[in-house]
């Protein structure tokens, strides 16, 4: 510093003096200056003087910045340009290709008049992806809780996703998925369905069974009405991707929760 601070006036030297300074700690030195012996006022040099801009070089310059400009051009439109069409299982509006896939409906226990909508769904699916397969009643209300508070849920709906997680977990599907040796639960997959399409998409639940796969899609909604054909498409995608990728049989079921 050029000039010490009124603050340390009569206190104790405890900084870095100049010279060549060996550190508490390496066998490394370093150089401290002192600030007053070095010119510090000097204007710096920045850019190009004006003769050599303005000097003539035969168009080689402009013709340099041509190319760089339409290169440049051609890597933006390039990078515009998607290399791949992703396609959401989630938002299909088709089923995959080949024979049709059947989809099995199951239903777990479900409180009328209970809370719906996004965010419940997002609270149980969430309750879901991490509850163990075997958990009691106390890890399922932890689980519920912490993940209430992430997301803003009341306690109402925390309350009735706790319940409807239990009844998931007491379904026969659940079972079969405890006893199964390969269990994925929020699974991802994507898939190259062709030379410029992705499909992409999250499955709930996949085991295996009798070296076949079971793909379950959770679904809070009452009844799955509204929105069947849309869930079923989903499942049926995500069972053909899991199939396709591990060249395995695949069933795809939907579990109403």
Not at 179 to 190: L, S
Request: net charge negative; with cysteine.
């Amino acid at each position: 510093m050029v000039e010490r601070p009124l603050e340390y006036d009569g206190a104790e030297e405890f900084s870095v003096r100049p010279g060549l300074v060996q550190p508490e700690n390496g066998d490394h030195q370093v150089i401290w200056w002192d600030p007053c012996v070095l010119n510090l006022n000097v204007d710096p040099a920045l850019g190009l003087r004006q003769k050599e801009l303005l000097a003539e070089d035969g168009g080689a310059s402009l013709a340099a910045y041509q190319r760089w400009r339409d290169d440049r051009a051609k890597t933006l439109e390039r990078g515009a340009r998607p290399q791949f069409e992703i396609l959401l299982a989630s938002q299909a509006a088709a089923a995959p290709p080949g024979d049709p896939m059947p989809v099995a409906i199951e239903f777990a226990g479900k409180v009328e008049g209970r809370p719906a909508g996004r965010r419940f769904g997002t609270l149980v699916h969430a309750v879901l992806r991490d509850v163990p397969l075997d958990a009691d009643a106390a890890w399922i209300e932890r689980l519920a809780q912490s993940a209430a508070r992430s997301i803003g849920a009341a306690a109402e709906e925390t309350e009735a996703a706790r319940e409807a997680v239990k009844a998931a977990l007491a379904h026969p599907l659940l079972a079969r998925a405890r006893a199964a040796a390969r269990v994925h639960r929020e699974y991802p997959v994507i898939l190259k369905i062709d030379s410029g399409r992705l499909v992409d998409g999250v499955i709930d639940l996949a085991f295996i069974e009798d070296n076949s796969w079971i793909v379950v899609d959770f679904k809070t909604s009452a009844d799955l009405s509204g929105g069947r054909a849309l869930y079923e498409r989903q499942v049926q995608w995500y069972a053909y991707a899991l199939a396709t990728l591990t060249q395995m049989r695949a069933s795809a079921v939907l579990l109403g929760i």
